[in-house]
């Protein structure tokens, strides 16, 4: 299995979260974390790029959505970037991009805010 991990930039007062490997039930507490960080630090703009995630669960996919209001209530968002076609049919599939912006590009992204 690959090994889950984040990695943190903030760029022009957005900050990027790259995950890689597997986000699932026993590493979706890592991410929270990372997201619990920024928060705590009042960032609420944030992009998550899935360039290098292999997998998600329905347990990583819960992550999004237990941060998701109390970022929107605080004039922030979670954009969404890079995605494998893997991971997008999984978002996809439960009706994620209805919720989330989704894009091709990082930099898409960070622009959007």
């Known amino acids: 299995m690959a090994e ?20 699932d039930a026993h590493t979706a507490p890592e991410f929270e974390q990372a997201i619990r960080q920024l928060l705590n630090e009042g960032r609420y703009k944030i992009v998550v790029n899935f360039k290098d995630l292999s997998y998600i669960s329905s347990a990583g996919l819960g992550v999004f959505m237990g941060f998701i209001e109390e970022i929107r209530n605080n004039k922030g968002d979670i954009k969404l970037s890079n995605m ?24 898409e992204a960070i622009e959007k805010f």
């Open 84 to 107: 494998t076609d893997k991971v997008f049919r999984i978002f996809d599939l439960l009706g994620f991009p209805s919720l989330y912006e989704i894009f091709q590009d990082e930099q």
């Open 4 to 23: 889950f991990g984040v990695e943190r930039k903030d760029v022009n007062g957005v900050s990027v979260l790259y995950i890689k490997g597997y986000l």
